[in-house]
């Protein structure tokens, strides 16, 4: 309760200044953050120095300070929802790649936008909804409970569903995808920890496998899509080419191609933007984590 309060404590004062001053407010809160949250800070700049090896000390932390800069401001656009319109948050975003995300629509299964932690999904999620179709975004459940509400409320308005990470919430996905629409959901982090183990940056993460099963059992394609932020505090949007899944008959092996596929894109965006990967939680796991690859079906992606 005492962080839901606190929450909308900060949220009450970003709504009422202007955007500027929301955002130096917002990166004094995560010059704090950065100073006293040290677990949170230790394990971002864990998971950064596993993408970048290449850094040193000093360069880690002056990335990890721009990644705790560019997720204050993320959650500043956040606080803002309540009084953001669709029409108003058009100019902020520039899209590039949208005949990948129309092949992905002429399948008429619905699409399944798969990206990372990254950027303000917000944004794009409001506009697509409002232009293109329905989106639902899949993703963990907040404690509080009154946070999670309040963030559900929230992005309703602005016409995006939000559903859980259960099966309850799966099956909901499922519905959503059957009558074409949108559904975005982060596989950088797996919540229930029911996923498989991968290599990510060449280390062991245990990657949810739900976005690849699907795919294969209803013929839903795959559409790697990244939003970050501009130096001008304007958004840019890429949808890259869709994956189409074929099962070949191994399941495993297949689910197994297909994730690794997703993972293999989506860390070529995180090398690109890593002070925009907010992710201040440990995903890596021991080498001796990895699994042996299953299954010995050939896998063939249809682009």
Not at 24 to 37: C, E, P, Q, T, W
Not at 125 to 131: L, S
Not at 133 to 142: D, G, I, M, Q
């Amino acid at each position: 309760m005492i962080r839901y309060r606190g929450f909308r404590a900060m949220q009450w004062v970003v709504e009422r200044l202007p955007r500027q001053w929301g955002y130096a407010f917002a990166i004094m809160v995560g010059r704090f953050a950065f100073l006293f949250a040290r677990q949170a800070r230790s394990a971002l700049e864990e998971n950064l120095q596993v993408a970048l090896p290449e850094l040193d000390r000093r360069q880690l932390r002056r990335v990890a300070w721009r990644n705790f800069r560019n997720h204050a401001k993320a959650y500043a656009d956040l606080m803002r929802l309540p009084v953001a319109r669709v029409e108003d948050l058009r100019p902020l975003l520039r899209v590039e790649g949208t005949e990948n995300l129309e092949r992905a629509r002429e399948r008429h299964r619905g699409v399944l936008v798969i990206s990372v932690h990254m950027g303000s999904w917000e944004v794009a999620a409001a506009i697509w909804a409002a232009t293109v179709a329905p989106v639902t975004l899949f993703a963990e459940e907040l404690e509080p409970r009154e946070l999670y509400e309040w963030y559900r409320r929230t992005r309703a308005r602005l016409g995006i569903s939000v559903l859980p990470l259960t099966r309850a919430g799966l099956r909901q996905v499922l519905v959503a995808l059957e009558q074409d629409e949108m559904v975005i959901t982060a596989i950088d982090r797996d919540i229930t920890g029911t996923g498989i183990v991968v290599e990510f940056f060449g280390r062991p993460a245990r990657i949810p496998d739900g976005p690849a099963a699907i795919a294969l059992r209803k013929g839903t394609p795959l559409l790697p899509v990244a939003v970050y932020r501009l130096p001008d505090d304007t958004f840019h949007a890429v949808g890259y080419p869709p994956i189409f899944a074929e099962p070949t008959g191994d399941r495993l092996a297949d689910v197994r191609c297909v994730t690794c596929q997703l993972v293999e894109r989506l860390e070529q965006v995180i090398r690109a933007h890593p002070d925009q990967w907010h992710l201040p939680h440990r995903i890596f796991l021991p080498p001796q984590s990895l699994e042996s690859p299953v299954g010995s079906g050939r896998f063939t992606l249809r682009r």
